[in-house]
């Protein structure tokens, strides 16, 4: 199959799975534009007609539910083996924490502190207070990473994590600790998971249980798993040689092909 018949394809299989769950999907999507996108993405992933049908189209719906552009660099089509996998950006988790917080927000966002960088947080009579000077253009090494959130009724909630912190979440939570998300964009993925820490403490409520699973999906590490667990369902060792270049940090389940799309009929789709 051709690239462009794998597009248009993909194409039709699409669009009638989105609106087969239009009520798991965000009110204000602009569906015709998100599809448009999808296939702009599409069309610049590298040998496409590889990846499988069933995965392509999981994962674009995953960014549906969220109503994430996968253009706009909100969410991204990561190759692992022959599929694509879900997974959100850092841009895509404040979009979604923004969105879905029950407590109103005027701002959120995470940082990287490096070496030279002037650094403090202090509590004064239960209240957190945070210093931060970064030196410009620094170059330094990552000391660690925050995240703030700023609520419009003037409270806050920060918090911070070590580069040890973080490194002990990829080895032991990350379902590609070695993959190309950590070793290319390192500085991205500690602001994300510093957020994803602060996420816990903000009441976030989706709309509907597909919008959960596809957060949770969209996440670098599994927290509720044993490193054993998510190496399980993610080894390198069920990757051949030629693939592992382009596995980066996400992982595929089978439960999460789409049920209409048979075995026999995925590459068709």
């Known amino acids: 199959m051709s690239k462009s018949d794998k597009l248009k394809a993909i194409k ?19 569906k015709p534009r998100f599809i448009q996108n999808c296939m702009a993405v599409l069309d610049g992933v590298k040998d496409l007609e590889k990846y499988t049908s069933a995965s392509i189209i999981t994962t674009m719906t995953k960014g549906a539910f969220l109503g994430l552009d996968f253009f706009q660099g909100e ?28 407590r109103a927000i005027k701002d959120v966002y995470a940082k990287v502190v490096k070496d030279g960088d002037e650094y403090l947080m202090e509590e004064h009579n239960g209240q957190q207070d945070l210093t931060f000077k970064p030196l410009a253009f620094n170059d330094g090494e990552i000391k660690g990473a925050f995240a703030i959130v700023a609520y419009v009724d003037g409270g806050i909630q920060i918090e911070e994590m070590s580069k040890l912190d973080i490194e002990n979440v990829r080895k032991k939570y990350s379902k590609q600790s070695a993959g190309m998300a950590w070793t290319n964009s390192y500085g991205e993925m500690c602001r994300k998971t510093v957020l994803r820490r602060l996420c816990k403490h903000i009441n976030i409520d989706f709309a509907n249980p597909e919008q959960q699973k596809a ?18 369902t993610s080894s390198l060792d069920d990757v051949s040689e030629s693939n592992k270049e382009d596995v980066i940090d996400a992982e595929f389940e089978e439960k999460d092909v789409p049920p209409d799309v048979s075995e026999s009929n995925r590459e068709g789709a």
Request: aromatic share 12%; charged share 30%.
């Open 12 to 30: 039709e299989g699409l669009v009638p799975y989105i609106d087969d769950r239009k009520e798991a999907l965000p009110t204000d999507l602009n």
């Open 75 to 102: 969410a991204y089509a990561i190759p692992y083996g022959t599929n694509l996998t879900f997974q959100t950006s850092y841009k895509g988790e404040v979009k979604i924490v923004k969105k879905y917080s029950i």
């Open 215 to 232: 957060f949770d999906d969209g996440g670098s590490s599994e927290f509720n798993k044993k490193k054993e667990d998510v190496v399980a």
